[in-house]
């Protein structure tokens, strides 16, 4: 549990100084009646919080009754909405204010990547439940943490990977994990989703007048800022991102890893990619393959950022102009004996025989938030749709491909090519990459390609085996009081 000093140390307002009791007496929470209010907090509210106001918003017996964002403008914008439908809503730039209120139940977080963790933590420890955005953390140490808390505390933790609560794709996974396409060979997300240059600055810029960048920063390094936007922008940024495979490529992450059945961490990983096609602040890669080596079937991930071609890069970019992997550009591709499952969208799939003919499909999703609400009052575990451990496990498979292409090295093609020589499905996904990257004009003896160890992972300590600076990658220095506590 994080202690008095290290939470008030330089902190603007400490929660336990205001008397919230000991979170050690935080008792199971019983069933609440269906009639008995919710009462929410959102955190983050630039662009997804707005769809976590609304969802809640929404529902039956529930209201959003603060909102917090470091940037008062956002602050402004979202409570006029509420003056506009004559409601009051109150408004804090200072998450841990909400942690001692005795009328909010739920924290709703859709903060960036590097706050998700320490937010999660602790409203599980001031007896709050959450519904977290993903990916729910920004590196592999954090998201045991946050499995820690909730289960310490009995709290209802949701992952905001909303394609858990489809039932089309719910039938569509039993249905394939009961054999009717055979064994399972290859899993397979994709990510192909325009990523434009976000520009390259020729030194600090000037932070907004609306933000409270401490309060930004949190708990990755306080460094001036090095890029055009302040917001979106950090996703592109390791400190405070992951990329697009831990962007938009969690959601696919965590359905490929759903059709396979696993529940653990996958034993192993490796990396190949960059940030290619332009020379701009980002440094996550636009261009990317992770392998993830399970004993049932490799997951194997791809995210390109560029369009499938240079003409095309250079008259539009747009989700019409990306490459297309049997009928999928953001979905998922389970490859099996006797055909094929397409996962195309969040909330259907398609069942294909290697031919291309449809065999069988699947549609329908109900609502992510409404299934979090519903075990808010049941404290039913589960019946949750997208519990804390799911998210945790894929958005630590997204982190462990980062830290494989960390610790990597340029490489040419032909010596990647023969380290994957005995993983068919790798090097056919690796030819792909490279004809799309020769397509886009880009040459790779002169920008090469990171090429990334295999890591070896235990799946019981989710920590890599042997290495030391693997390890060092799955968690970070934090900046205090943003610290996320070894013991929760």
């Excluded at 008995?36 to 929404?58: D, L, Q």
Aim: charged share 25%.
């Amino acid at each position: 549990m994080i202690t008095r000093r290290q939470f008030t140390k330089g902190a603007a307002v400490s929660v336990f100084a205001l008397g919230l009791p000991s979170c050690r007496s935080i008792p199971k929470p019983a069933p609440r009646s269906p009639n008995e209010e919710i009462r929410v907090a959102v955190a983050g509210i630039r662009s997804r919080g707005r769809s976590h106001i609304n969802g809640f918003h929404n529902l039956p017996n529930v209201r959003v009754v603060a909102l917090c964002d470091v940037d008062t403008q956002f602050l402004d914008r979202e409570a006029k909405k509420f003056e506009e439908r004559g409601e009051t809503v109150d408004t804090t730039t200072e998450f841990r204010t909400l942690l001692d209120r005795s009328d909010v139940d739920v924290v709703a977080s859709a903060c960036p990547n590097h706050w998700h963790a320490l937010q999660a933590v602790w409203a599980c420890q001031a007896g709050k439940d959450v519904y977290l955005e993903k990916p729910v953390s920004h590196n592999v140490w954090e998201g045991g943490q946050i499995v820690a808390a909730a289960r310490k505390y009995h709290r209802i933790v949701q992952t905001g990977t909303q394609s858990r609560s489809s039932h089309g794709i719910a039938e569509a996974i039993a249905w394939l994990r009961a054999g009717n396409l055979g064994k399972i060979e290859v899993a397979r997300g994709l990510c192909y989703k325009p990523r434009k240059s976000i520009g390259k600055v020729k030194g600090e810029q000037k932070v907004p007048a609306s933000v409270d960048y401490d309060l930004w920063t949190g708990p990755a390094p306080l460094k001036p800022l090095m890029r055009k936007n302040l917001h979106y922008d950090w996703h592109w940024v390791y400190d405070t991102g992951n990329g697009d495979v831990g962007n938009q490529g969690i959601h696919q992450m965590d359905l490929a890893r759903w059709a396979l059945g696993e529940t653990k961490l996958p034993p192993a990983v490796m990396s190949v990619g960059g940030r290619l096609g332009y020379d701009d602040d980002g440094n996550t890669p636009n261009t990317q393959m992770v392998v993830h080596r399970y004993d049932s079937a490799p997951l194997i991930f791809e995210v390109r950022g560029m369009p499938r071609s240079k003409e095309l890069q250079e008259a539009s970019w747009n989700s019409g102009g990306m490459d297309d992997y049997m009928g999928a550009r953001i979905g998922v591709i389970i490859h099996c004996e006797k055909g094929y499952l397409r996962i195309p969208n969040y909330s259907g799939a398609v069942a294909f025989t290697h031919d291309g003919e449809k065999i069988e499909s699947w549609e329908g999703a109900k609502d992510h938030f409404a299934n979090f609400i519903d075990v808010v009052r049941s404290r039913r575990l589960e019946d949750l749709n997208a519990d804390i451990r799911e998210g945790h496990l894929s958005s630590a498979m997204c982190h462990m491909g980062n830290v494989s292409h960390l610790l990597g090295g340029e490489a040419a093609p032909e010596e990647m090519r023969r380290e994957l020589e005995t993983h068919p499905a790798a090097r056919e996904t690796l030819d792909r990459l490279l004809t799309h990257l020769d397509a886009n004009r880009v040459d790779v003896a002169k920008t090469p390609l990171t090429f990334g160890p295999w890591l070896e992972m235990d799946p019981e300590t989710e920590r890599f085996r042997g290495n030391n600076d693997a390890n060092r990658l799955a968690t970070r220095e934090y900046r205090e009081p943003f610290v996320v506590p070894e013991r929760v």
